[in-house]
Structure formats: C-alpha cells, structure tokens
C-alpha cells in the first residue's frame, strides 16, 4: 500500500533515465555474473589471469570450472582458445580502452563471448555478446549494474526483491560531501567487503533514482577530455601502448611505469590512486608480464569531477618526479 504524508526521503530530479534502460538491472556485476552463469549453464569459463578475485568467487560457489588465460602487455589475451560446446570466454575491457579489441573478439566468439565492462560504462553494448556494466566504478551510487544477455533469460531466475544493505552505503557516500575521503575511507572499505558479498538481487530504487539524475552526456564528455590532457602530458613516459577506439570511453588514464615514488608523491598531494587486483600474485602460472602491471600500472583518476586544472595537476607531480629520476 502506497505511503502518504509522514517525512521525505530523498529527493532527486529524474532528468535523463538511464543510461543502459534495456539491460538487467543487478546490484552488482558479480551477481550479474552468477545470475548468467545460472542462466545458462556454462561448464567452463575461460577468465583472464588479471581480474579481481570477486569475477572469481562466482564461478567457484557455483562449481563452475574455469581456466586462466595469459594476459600480455597490450592488455590483450596471449592465447585464444578453441571453445567447445558450454565453454565461454571473458574478457575485460581493461580502463575502457580495449573497444577495438572486443570487437575483434566478438567477431571471433560470437555469443560464446562474454564483455566485462565494469571499466567501460559507456561502451555500447553488442547485441550477440553477453555485457557485463557497472554503475559504481562511475558514479557515486551504492549499488547498479547491468546485463544484456546475449541469450532469453527465464523470468523465474531474475531477483524479485532488493537487498536494504544499500543504506549502509549511503554513509560513506554522503560522508565524502560533507568531509574528506580520508574521514570516511574505513566506511568504505566495510561497505566494500559487505556489497560484494551481498547476494544476487535487483539494483536498489535509490542507485535507481541516482542513475536517473546524470547528465551522462556531461560525463562522457568530461572523461574523454580529461584523459586527452594527461595523454598528451604523459604519453611520452607511458610503456603502455594505448590507442583508444573513436567512440571509446575510458575509465581511468593507466599509466604503465617503473618510476619509483610516483604513487607516493601522489597521495602526499592528496591525488589518490588505487592499486589494482593484488590477489594476481598468489594465482599459479602468472606471468612476468601481468606481475608488472600489477605493481606498476597506476589507473589516474579522471572522472567528471574534475577538469583542465586538475589533470595538469597530477600530470605536473608525475612529470617532476619522472623528471628528477631521469636526472640523477
């Protein structure tokens, strides 16, 4: 029964709808991942050596057996298997930058292809293919991601309620409003741990709400601006090969370097950039290559949040210590 009178709850414009309005909506792209897994059941999954362990968890709870797959320093697969019946492979459009590759990809597998573009939310979606998306890794929202599934999916397997973990993780959300990252970063981390264990359910009316209220356009554009000015700034210095496809949107700008204390100087400015996917380290048969981008691959924050000023910022501190390396 419909509330009415009482207090308010909180009040956003619906200005644009969302982003991806035909895709699944999940509150997170790992429970899009089991839900596809239960979906169809696939029997293996071919999965890049560098992922997070949370594209991992689904496959194992679900005893789904799978097989890891070298990943060079294109960022691309070194090998490409032969896929049989119930066998798929995944692959990651690593920071939004890998369109080309997909599509090279998807012309190979077809429907046997699933796209993990959690870094790429504003990639379009290939209606043959399975595309994974998610909202957090963009916007401030507490839970949101999206599935096209590249086949018919049974209603009776889609999550009918949402999980109320979510108003936990408008703490930490509305804490860096009103303060500092730092003041409300342990928050964070528990709603971090919590989300990802959540189990599989539809995308909360408040992410919901929220996803309605971007100016995605806005977005998309501040993201491509943002990661011209550093490329430009940076591209001389970068040991990964980057080439961005004309309607590609990156996430981050990923900065390949063995520099010592470019991280370091960093957080002393208060420019904070995450260290992704340690848990490569500890899987068996990992390559030199992929040790390297996990110690030294610096994703460079470039959201709508920030402009002009501040790329040239980051682009100045990474330049002076590079700089000062190159000299002594």
């Given at each position: 029964?419909?509330?009415?009178?009482?207090?308010?709850?909180?009040?956003?414009?619906?200005?644009?709808?969302?982003?991806?309005?035909?895709?699944?909506?999940?509150?997170?792209?790992?429970?899009?991942?089991?839900?596809?897994?239960?979906?169809?059941?696939?029997?293996?999954?071919?999965?890049?050596?560098?992922?997070?362990?949370?594209?991992?968890?689904?496959?194992?709870?679900?005893?789904?057996?799978?097989?890891?797959?070298?990943?060079?320093?294109?960022?691309?697969?070194?090998?490409?298997?032969?896929?049989?019946?119930?066998?798929?492979?995944?692959?990651?459009?690593?920071?939004?930058?890998?369109?080309?590759?997909?599509?090279?990809?998807?012309?190979?597998?077809?429907?046997?292809?699933?796209?993990?573009?959690?870094?790429?939310?504003?990639?379009a979606h290939d209606k043959v293919v399975d595309s994974l998306y998610s909202a957090r890794k963009f916007f401030g929202v507490p839970d949101g991601a999206y599935w096209y599934p590249s086949r018919e999916v049974s209603q009776s397997l889609l999550p009918s309620f949402r999980h109320p973990i979510v108003t936990m993780g408008l703490r930490h959300l509305v804490g860096r409003l009103e303060d500092s990252a730092n003041a409300h970063?342990?928050?964070?981390?528990?709603?971090?741990?919590?989300?990802?264990?959540?189990?599989?359910?539809?995308?909360?009316?408040?992410?919901?709400?929220?996803?309605?209220?971007?100016?995605?356009?806005?977005?998309?554009?501040?993201?491509?601006?943002n990661f011209r000015i550093l490329h430009e700034r940076l591209g001389r210095f970068n040991e990964l090969p980057l080439s961005v496809s004309p309607d590609g949107v990156p996430m981050a700008y990923p900065l390949l370097t063995k520099v010592q204390g470019v991280r370091e100087s960093l957080v002393s400015k208060r420019v904070y950039v995450t260290r992704l996917w340690r848990e490569v380290h500890e899987r068996p048969a990992v390559s030199a290559e992929e040790r390297y981008l996990v110690d030294h691959l610096l994703p460079l924050p470039i959201d709508h949040r920030y402009g002009q000023h501040d790329m040239n910022f980051i682009a100045g501190i990474i330049e002076k210590v590079i700089q000062k390396q190159t000299i002594d």
């Amino acid at each position: 029964m419909k509330e009415i009178g009482g207090y308010f709850e909180l009040m956003l414009p619906k200005m644009s709808g969302h982003y991806h309005p035909d895709a699944l909506r999940l509150n997170t792209a790992g429970s899009a991942f089991r839900l596809l897994l239960s979906a169809y059941g696939d029997r293996h999954v071919y999965m890049p050596n560098y992922i997070c362990d949370s594209m991992i968890t689904p496959l194992a709870e679900l005893g789904v057996d799978y097989s890891f797959y070298p990943v060079n320093k294109y960022l691309e697969a070194e090998l490409l298997p032969e896929l049989g019946q119930g066998e798929r492979f995944l692959y990651v459009n690593y920071f939004g930058v890998k369109g080309e590759y997909v599509k090279d990809l998807s012309r190979r597998y077809r429907d046997k292809l699933i796209v993990d573009n959690t870094q790429s939310f504003f990639s379009a979606h290939d209606k043959v293919v399975d595309s994974l998306y998610s909202a957090r890794k963009f916007f401030g929202v507490p839970d949101g991601a999206y599935w096209y599934p590249s086949r018919e999916v049974s209603q009776s397997l889609l999550p009918s309620f949402r999980h109320p973990i979510v108003t936990m993780g408008l703490r930490h959300l509305v804490g860096r409003l009103e303060d500092s990252a730092n003041a409300h970063y342990q928050e964070y981390l528990e709603y971090e741990r919590e989300i990802e264990s959540a189990p599989v359910a539809g995308m909360s009316h408040t992410s919901e709400m929220m996803l309605q209220a971007v100016d995605y356009s806005r977005c998309r554009n501040r993201l491509i601006s943002n990661f011209r000015i550093l490329h430009e700034r940076l591209g001389r210095f970068n040991e990964l090969p980057l080439s961005v496809s004309p309607d590609g949107v990156p996430m981050a700008y990923p900065l390949l370097t063995k520099v010592q204390g470019v991280r370091e100087s960093l957080v002393s400015k208060r420019v904070y950039v995450t260290r992704l996917w340690r848990e490569v380290h500890e899987r068996p048969a990992v390559s030199a290559e992929e040790r390297y981008l996990v110690d030294h691959l610096l994703p460079l924050p470039i959201d709508h949040r920030y402009g002009q000023h501040d790329m040239n910022f980051i682009a100045g501190i990474i330049e002076k210590v590079i700089q000062k390396q190159t000299i002594d």
